[in-house]
């Protein structure tokens, strides 16, 4: 795979990489932008009104005639979160020429149908369709609503919004229910304009088409994109300590039948110059493949959970325990995980251990190369970090961390708030401790 | 040697053989990727409770394919989900009505991973003690599952759909079905079923074809087995067995399906040709740009979580289109117009023509998706048809057709729906 990456507009970057391998391509365009509670509703709903239709293509009948007259290319609203980064878009996927019965140019299509579905989407007076805004609305505030129904994915969302309190990071992805409530046409569209013109935009592409084709086909398609004073000042604020002495105890009642533990660290000085493949390693030592210590102790032989791993956002700096348990082993379940926390700090992690951890990151950023959308993800990570490792330079360098890397980010580690979900209607109390 | 089968269209090959012992090998060739998948199943699933083997009727308790999945995972010497997990490989298992497969993803040590799933797929090892508390394992399960809605929205379907088939009970039978279960029908079931001729290994990665044949010849029984024939009872007709199943459950809006009986082939070539219709068919009618679904999404009456499918296995056919909807009975009287639109008038050329390209493009799309790749190509193995020829097949076919099938087998009378609502406050 041939990997490159050039700046095609002030504030406009194209990573491409090069092959065949696949037998579909891939493209996003993504708008980067500051996590803020002002704006993330905004950010949120922007790519999913802008997808309703273009001026071409008016409503949602003749985009989707289109696309499926390209062969099932497919192009999707995208909202996602890079630390405190904001990535709001597009992402697009069509099957490669050569596959096809007869040749159709779909990079130059597809390319083209992004720029108009950024740039000349279905206005009226020069702005964005109530109808449009007002249905995508209701949908993203349902969305906000329904992330309440996954209870694990629900309490790490609580422990992160709860421990970094008053850190954009608790924001969220998709903003606050309030705030996407609120949304009105005319403010959106403004939002929009602001947004087309001073964000930083990454363009991904993976697949057969050499990279002077695709940037022309994108440079052609972006025409017209408003270049104004471009936010460069956008980035992840990172919280080296705990905010407190000792860490923070919140408790959220709901109806559940099985109790949910989410624990929270900041990764201290490991931070100062982030190793990423030794934090991985660490994370696949402690919580993070099937032969970790938590799956190992906590689950398969002490059995005080249902589940228990843990994950890294190593661009904010956070480490976060997820875990399913009895509501009656919740504190035997938080003990032990940080007893398995303490453990690798006095170095009591096995050559077994180690191997198996390198191994399980290995295996994961290998499979990586396997699909385009995973690729993108992890260049954009990169990118917007300012490198541009490959998970193949990424899994090499896992060969070389040692358990002295290891004991040296658990050491780092400072356990900062510890969130409880248990059944109850205990709603005077929420969220406290 | 294996058979190589180009089909340079599509940029595919795909290598093929039957072993003296009757097992189909099918390898997909997948150059420049880490991963290689393997995928390891036999022609026995939920649906088949009842089935003759040379001529001897045999009946069992509804899960036992489902409970005999769990229990393959033992050996003598320890666990295999542990064994592959250990050697870097990520195992897994399911159960459906017609088909029950093991399979792994792995990035390293393919071959020492291979052997493993085939030795312990092979290997039935069942004690009294460890059947036991299996059944308070599944048991669990089976309370588990019977909370969620999904589940509960697609048996209401099949009973409303299957007047007595066995694709209308859960795959996983009952608390009490499941008592009845012992090592002796767990081992006597997988001398039955587990045989090479009911199975199928087929396997996509950058890995040499003639070394898994070679694995599977040297690690399978070499004999072949009579083949076991499923009975699921006398044939069903076309109409459902009840028009409407509403259910209240604890969901934040009301879930529906809408479903029909379709004719199955049995197998061959027309039965993909049959599969391929009915895909076009529901995609020329409610596809991501029909008017159906475009109008409903704006009107607020669909979202875009609106799916739909056909699914031809046991014997049996039917298509299924649901999601979440404040009014179902609205989405059905939709349905039926635009079904009662193109029994009239026809469908529109360029309507068909799109849909065939969308479907040509996407289906070609998931051939870079191992997991699924692996099960149409065993799923075709199982039913004698060579899944690839979709292909083909897609350009043999009219808008004609598809019309024709919509007339035929959507029209009022041959629908079913089913609803999950939510439940009032307080009951």
Redo the contacts between chains.
């Keep these: 795979m041939e990997y490159r990456r050039e700046e095609l507009l002030p504030g406009v970057w194209l990573t491409a990489l090069c092959t065949d391998k696949f037998k579909t391509g891939t493209l996003t365009l993504s708008l980067l932008s500051q996590l803020d509670g002002q704006t993330a509703s905004m950010h949120a709903l922007i790519p999913h009104v802008l997808r309703r239709g273009t001026v071409s293509l008016p409503d949602m009948e003749s985009l989707d005639a289109r696309l499926d007259g390209l062969y099932g290319s497919r192009v999707e609203a995208s909202v996602r979160r890079v630390g405190e980064v904001q990535v709001t878009g597009f992402a697009a996927s069509f099957p490669e020429d050569r596959l096809l019965p007869e040749k159709m140019g779909l990079l130059g299509r597809i390319s083209s149908l992004l720029g108009e579905l950024l740039l000349r989407p279905n206005t009226r007076g020069g702005l964005l369709l109530p109808d449009y805004v007002n249905g995508e609305r209701d949908k993203l505030v349902e969305r906000i609503r329904a992330q309440k129904n996954d209870k694990d994915s629900y309490a790490v969302q609580r422990l992160i919004q709860l421990m970094c309190e008053c850190e954009p990071i608790s924001v969220g992805t998709l903003g606050s229910e309030e705030s996407a409530e609120g949304i009105h046409y005319t403010k959106l569209t403004r939002r929009w304009r602001e947004l087309t013109a001073t964000a930083p935009i990454e363009l991904f592409y993976c697949g057969s088409e050499e990279f002077a084709a695709v940037s022309d086909a994108l440079a052609e398609a972006l025409t017209g994109l408003p270049r104004g004073e471009i936010d460069t000042d956008i980035g992840t604020d990172v919280r080296m300590n705990s905010l407190e002495e000792s860490a923070r105890e919140f408790t959220d009642y709901m109806d559940v039948t099985q109790g949910k533990l989410a624990m929270g660290w900041r990764l201290g000085d490991s931070m100062l110059e982030p190793d990423v493949p030794a934090l991985m390693v660490f994370n696949a030592v402690f919580g993070g493949s099937v032969t970790s210590k938590l799956f190992m102790n906590v689950r398969e032989r002490l059995q005080l959970c249902y589940y228990a791993s843990s994950g890294l956002d190593w661009q904010k700096g956070l480490l976060i325990v997820s875990s399913g348990v009895a509501f009656d082993k919740l504190g035997a379940a938080r003990d032990e995980i940080l007893a398995q926390l303490g453990a690798i700090k006095e170095g009591k992690v096995t050559e077994d251990e180690l191997v198996a951890a390198r191994r399980a990151v290995r295996h994961r950023l290998s499979t990586m190369a396997d699909d385009p959308f995973s690729l993108e993800n992890h260049y954009l990570s990169v990118n917007i970090a300012g490198s541009d490792a490959s998970p193949g330079e990424l899994a090499a360098a896992c060969e070389d961390v040692t358990l002295e890397d290891v004991v040296e980010i658990a050491r780092n580690t400072e356990c900062d708030a510890i969130y409880y979900l248990r059944a109850g209607e205990d709603a005077e109390n929420d969220g406290q401790a | 040697m294996m058979d190589r089968l180009d089909y340079p269209?599509?940029?595919e090959t795909l290598y093929e053989t039957v072993l003296p012992n009757g097992l189909t090998v099918l390898v997909s060739p997948k150059?420049?990727?880490?991963?290689s998948y393997a995928f390891f199943a036999t022609r026995y699933g939920g649906a088949m409770r009842r089935f003759s083997l040379e001529g001897r009727k045999i009946d069992t308790p509804a899960g036992v394919a489902h409970f005999l999945e769990h229990k393959m995972f033992d050996m003598p010497e320890g666990n295999a989900l542990a064994l592959l997990?250990?050697n870097?490989a990520s195992p897994n298992a399911y159960t459906a009505g017609g088909i029950t497969a093991y399979h792994f993803?792995?990035?390293?040590g393919f071959y020492e991973n291979l052997d493993i799933l085939l030795r312990f797929v092979s290997t039935p090892y069942f004690t009294a003690e460890s059947v036991d508390k299996e059944q308070g394992i599944i048991g669990q399960e089976i309370r588990m599952t019977e909370d969620n809605p999904y589940f509960a929205l697609y048996y209401a379907l099949m009973r409303a759909l299957y007047d007595h088939h066995p694709v209308r009970d859960s795959v996983a039978g009952t608390v009490e079905s499941i008592a009845e279960i012992s090592p002796e029908i767990l081992y006597s079931c997988h001398k039955v079923f587990y045989v090479p001729s009911n199975m199928v290994l087929c396997v996509a990665g950058d890995v040499d074809p003639e070394a898994v044949a070679s694995a599977a010849g040297r690690i399978l029984p070499s004999e072949r087995s009579a083949v076991p024939e499923p009975d699921y009872g006398a044939p069903e007709a076309l109409t459902p067995a009840s028009a409407r199943v509403k259910l209240a459950m604890d969901v934040?809006a009301p879930q529906f399906l809408i479903g029909g009986k379709v004719p199955s082939p049995g197998g061959g070539t027309e039965m993909l040709r049959q599969t391929l219709i009915c895909e076009l068919a529901l995609r020329c009618l409610v596809?991501?740009?029909?008017?159906f679904y475009?109008?409903l999404?704006?009107e607020?009456l669909l979202?875009?979580d609106f799916g739909y499918g056909e699914d031809f296995s046991c014997g049996t056919a039917f298509f299924e289109l649901g999601g979440e909807s404040a009014d179902p009975g609205r989405v059905l009287e939709r349905f039926s117009a635009e079904v009662r639109r193109v029994s009239e008038n026809g469908l529109e050329r360029e309507v068909f023509?799109?849909?065939r390209?969308?479907?040509?493009?996407?289906t070609?799309?998931s051939?870079?998706n191992f997991q699924g790749l692996c099960r149409s190509l065993a799923d075709g193995a199982m039913s004698g048809y060579r899944f690839l020829d979709v292909f083909e097949l897609s350009?043999s076919l009219s808008a004609d057709d598809c019309a024709e099938y919509i007339r035929e087998n959507f029209a009022p009378e041959r629908l079913a729906l089913a609803a999950v609502m939510p439940r009032g406050p307080k009951g």
Excluded: M, V
């Design positions: 269209a599509i940029g150059p420049e990727y880490a991963k997990s250990q870097g993803e792995s990035t390293q934040s596809g991501r740009s029909s008017p475009t109008g999404y704006a607020g979202r875009a023509e799109r849909a390209r969308a479907d040509y493009g996407l070609l799309r051939l870079g350009r």
